[in-house]
């Protein structure tokens, strides 16, 4: 079976545990319901990135919190470029699935849907 990467990300106003908690389930409650057939189990693993002014917890918590318990994740910092947008929290999820790339819907909410405005409303 092909695994398949879904992108997704969000930006968040406020680096707290609950709002980098909240903002993290909004974006993967998002791409769950873009994506109907994703199910924790055929998850190969997620890779969560934040930009350097994300501190106060890791996003992997959250998807754990709504149920992603077996799941491998990783968080890592994104790589500091200047001029490159703040207060983001970035996902890669590796989904064993026999979708085609082009039937993944990637997720890009709030000032997030400047990274990827190719990819918004597919």
């Not at 709504?66 to 910092?77: F, N």
């Amino acid at each position: 079976m092909p695994i398949r990467g879904i992108r997704g990300a969000i930006t968040l106003n406020a680096d707290t545990k609950e709002n980098i908690h909240s903002v993290t389930c909004e974006l993967l409650d998002t791409i769950l319901l873009a994506n109907p057939e994703l199910r924790s189990n055929d998850i190969a693993s997620a890779f969560f990135t934040t930009t350097e002014d994300v501190t106060a917890a890791y996003p992997a918590l959250a998807a754990r919190q709504i149920g992603w318990d077996a799941v491998p994740m990783l968080c890592a910092r994104e790589i500091p470029v200047p001029g490159s947008l703040a207060m983001c929290i970035r996902v890669l999820i590796h989904w064993n699935t026999d979708k085609e790339q082009e039937e993944i819907k990637h997720i890009y909410l709030r000032g997030a849907v400047n990274l990827r405005p190719d990819l918004v409303n597919i």
